[in-house]
């Protein structure tokens, strides 16, 4: 005979396992976490199984629904504790994980304002790291110094602090200038790269062709003259130094790349000391490998150049870490073109980098996304290298459910108008500030004269009942375009009476920034902001900027200035 509380435990844990394994639990995991909360149970044990296989048995043929409500009903506490541990499980291992230390990297290029497809690569940089007890790199990849700023390189880290993605090392691929000349002399000296003068239209061509021009054939001597004469004598556009590669590759990334450039511009953090830049394809390897990277992620559109990747460090000697792709974070109505959002800010088609229509994380922190709620959503998404393009709804529902439970509530009336309710009472109504925690309340001095939205205003008709929000009920007498004449109905609370938000003749004016779309029809979308103007009750002038509330039946908002909000999502 087994005491109920055993029974209940048995249950917990049951379900406690049966919830981690797609509804299947495990005779031997719920007997060993049975004999761990109670050992006195062990000289049992044997009598104990057939009841507990049983047991198993029984939530086991349940539905995942079913269970689910059972753990809601039942075991409310571990439902919340499970989340948890399925959340950090939502990343699948790392491949070929050796002794040494995980080091993942985030290389961001400080040309531009992090987006939410950053915030995937650096929150699954970030994570792997962590649930290896390893560490991440922040590594400004700033060699190509023609849109490079110094602003950026705050606001990267700005908006990691934010996102809360603390790195463990930072720096820059700039300060590994002397380095990268060093294998650049190494790899001309192993006849595997040369610098080519041809122009940039013939370059073009033979590569779409695969054939090599004549520049291929000049002796390590003769390369060793031109790549000197790279860092005065040449202008800009002259000579490139390029990887001997396979020139008839079919995969096109090899057919002799570009390894250095000459680019006469500013570097923000080394002014003109430098002129001979490296590009991607050289650095990140050399940088990646001598960092002690072991596992470098980096999204799909650069599988092609994984060849260059690692024929790079063959030729240089140097160790390869694992490379691992993940598919590139598309979001519907938006971009995370670089080239574009760069676009919208200079030609001022958006104020800015922190536009709240934008996708940058300074934007969705305007707006009122949490960064846990980021995190969330980014790491939902997983590694996988199958192309989704989930749409803001997905974000959005996650960042809800972490506002709604720690928000204010209050009333917003968008496109007001009057509402004289004839017969009411000087009623002073206290409202709570939130329907079930205990955040306060305010009151409101009423006395029959209100605003209500017109939108709400519009379906009423004669003699239909609504209910002014935690008040009193109302039965329309006349309506007009301007205003609507009702009379005060009782203050019963009736089920079918549709409820209406409100505010009392002492209220203020507010506007509300609504986003749509940035882009429709492949095009920037100039109707991507609205502002709704109306008002809000008086308790609303105690807001400050940055505040989290949700307006009631209107929607989320974060207050941005003044008497101004941004909507956030419904
Ligand atoms: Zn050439």
Known sequence: MIEASTENLIRKHTFANAYLHEGKADLSVVISKMMGDLPELRPQIKEMIPRVKIIIQDINNMTLTEQQKHIEEEFPGLLKKQEKIVEERKLPPLPNVRKEMIVTRFPPEPNGYLHIGHAKAAVIDKTYAQMYNGKMILRFDDTNPVKERLEYYDAIRADLNWLGIKSDIEKNSSDDMELFYRYAEKIIQLHRAYVCTCQASSIKENRAVGKGCTCRLLSVEDNLGRWYKMFDNYKANEAILRLKGDIASLNTALRDPTLFRIIDSNH??????????????????????????????????YELRDEVY??????????????IEFSRLEIK??????????HFVTEGLVKGWDDPRLPTLSALKRRGFLPESIQEFVLGLGVGKSESQPDWSLIESVNRKKLDPIVKRFFFVPDPIKLEVIGAPNVTV???????KDFGERSIETKGVFHISREDAEQFKEKDMFRLLGLYNVKVESTSYSNLVGKYAGKELKNEVPKVQWVSDTNIE?????????ITEGVFNKDSLKIIRGFAEQECKKLQIDDKIQFVRFGFCRIDSHNIAILTHK
């Open 430 to 436: 206290k409202l709570k500030n939130h329907p079930e």
């Open 333 to 342: 109505g938006t971009t995370i073109s670089k080239r574009k959002l760069n």
């Open 510 to 518: 507010f506007s509300v920034l609504v986003m749509e779309d940035l």
């Open 268 to 301: 923000p953090l080394k002014g003109d000391k430098y002129r001979v830049w490296p590009t991607y394809d050289f650095a990140a390897p050399i940088e990646d490998s001598l960092d002690g990277v072991t596992h470098a992620l980096r999204t799909k559109e």
């Open 310 to 323: 690692f024929l790079i460090l063959n030729l240089l000697d140097l160790r390869s870490p694992e490379l």
